[in-house]
């Protein structure tokens, strides 16, 4: 049962029950491990796939989502997302929608570079510090980036939430792209994205809201996914006050708040 508040904003049904409020969750992951990861700025190369311990990540997370009911599975169109969304997808009976907007960053230049290299470049230092005022030498810049993405983000929240109330759905996708959808979710400017960590594989879940979004995972790479699936109570874009009590909610008066 709602607060008041609530169920004055929340329209009725024709019986007069309160209509739930539409609310997505965006299942951010990362791709699996490739031979080049975390030595060599791959970027946009084409033909990057999942080396063995890229695969076996994707293969445990695929079985780690596999209870969930998926309203959609989401790429990037490089290959080594492609493959990894597949994984889920094959796991879940969905098969992969390709989404430009989810593609890597566009490092221009720097791309296919050792990263060792580029941290002697002057430009690294923006990237750091300020990235919102980044551009890669003939490439995309950071804000350029983070604003597409978001944008995805709230066009698939939209296409969604118009067939089902409170879909749960996967994006696929890079480092740089979740780190700056999840800065954004958490109301960060773009200049504190470089906080966020991504790594391969790893899950970072949001709850979009009417109200406001809601960080329910960042960069978890194990365990069980109870919770992700909005509870009925949490569309209404409230915060618990005094932090909640996540998946153990109390079934009886309602949910504890202290």
């Not at 390709?98 to 566009?106: A, K, N, P």
């Not at 980036?145 to 067939?163: C, E, H």
């Not at 991504?198 to 960069?219: E, K």
Request: proline share 6%; charged share 20%.
């Amino acid at each position: 049962m709602g607060t008041p508040t609530q169920q004055q904003r929340s329209p009725s049904t024709e019986n007069g029950d309160p209509k739930p409020e539409p609310v997505a969750t965006l299942l951010l992951v990362r791709h699996g491990l490739t031979e080049s990861t975390g030595s060599t700025l791959t970027g946009r190369s084409p033909g990057v796939h999942l080396d063995d311990r890229g695969r076996a990540q994707a293969a445990a997370l695929a079985e780690r989502l596999r209870g969930l009911h998926l309203a959609a599975v989401v790429s990037s169109p490089l290959e080594r997302c492609q493959e990894t969304a597949g994984m889920v997808a094959a796991a879940a009976g969905h098969e992969v929608t390709t989404d430009d907007r989810f593609v890597e960053c566009d490092y221009g230049t720097w791309t296919g570079r050792r990263l060792g290299d580029l941290a002697s470049e002057p430009l690294w230092r923006t990237v750091q510090a300020h990235p919102s005022a980044a551009r890669f030498p003939g490439g995309e810049s950071l804000s350029g980036m983070s604003a597409r993405a978001v944008a995805a983000v709230r066009d698939w929240n939209d296409r969604l939430t118009a067939v089902e109330p409170a879909p749960v759905y996967v994006v696929c996708s890079h480092g740089d792209v979740i780190k700056a959808v999840a800065a954004d979710a958490l109301g960060l400017h773009l200049d504190q994205f470089q906080r966020v960590q991504a790594d391969p594989c790893s899950l970072t879940a949001v709850r979009y809201t009417s109200v406001r979004p809601f960080v329910v995972r960042l960069n978890d790479t194990g365990g069980s996914v109870e919770g992700l699936a909005p509870a009925p109570d949490q569309a209404s874009g409230d915060a618990a006050v005094g932090g909640g009590a996540g998946a153990a909610r109390s079934t009886e008066g309602g949910e504890s708040r202290g």
